[in-house]
């Protein structure tokens, strides 16, 4: 009960689009199409997750800060997976096998496998280096952005991230 009205303090002490610290807000943008492989080497589009809200974030397994925040995403997951948020994480490593190999050594056990075999994905969507996360509304738009890592679990990131569904950024 008192973790409930801690979440809900922060839901309405802010309001919807005050992000918290690390977030670059902007209103809805629509998104160039996002495509990535599973770890079964199948296409999967961001458009696959329309209608929920989706933490899209691009990691490495030679990126420190990426491998430190993994834990908490896959922790995240966990958490928001039955209240309509999706975190999906895309390696650019070379090769999918060094994502697979990580996940089973740190036990990422919430977070399905993604790769992006371009290794472009983060330079199509404008960021210059690694941890990079978009914060995607239900209707498949850009509401916020964060480069660099966050500490996932924060209590605020989490009630900022049940507000977004299908914000217009206001």
């Known amino acids: 009960m008192k973790a409930f009205l801690v979440i809900a303090a922060l839901v309405f002490s ?9 977030f670059e807000v902007s209103s809805p943008q629509t998104l160039p199409e996002i495509v990535f492989q599973d770890e079964n080497g199948s296409t999967v589009s961001l ?28 922790e995240l997951q966990k958490r928001l997976s039955d209240q309509g948020v999706e975190i999906v994480t895309v390696s650019m490593d070379r090769s999918i096998e060094k994502a697979r190999t990580f996940y089973k050594k740190i036990g990422i056990d919430a977070l399905p496998l993604y790769w992006d075999s371009t290794r472009s994905l983060g330079f199509d969507l404008g960021f210059n280096g690694l941890p990079a996360t978009i914060i995607v509304n239900t209707n498949g738009q850009e509401v916020a952005r964060v480069s660099g890592p966050l500490n996932w679990l ?12 299908n914000a217009d950024g206001q």
Do not use: S, Y
């Not at 802010?14 to 690390?22: D, L, N, T, V």
């Not at 458009?47 to 896959?74: I, Q, R, S, Y």
């Open 14 to 22: 802010f309001p919807a689009w005050a992000a918290p610290e690390g």
């Open 47 to 74: 458009a696959d997750f329309k209608g929920k809200t989706v933490v899209l974030n691009l990691w490495a397994t030679w990126c420190a800060p990426c491998v430190t925040e993994m834990p908490d995403l896959n």
């Open 154 to 165: 924060d209590q605020e990131i989490e009630a900022f991230l049940l507000t977004v569904e």
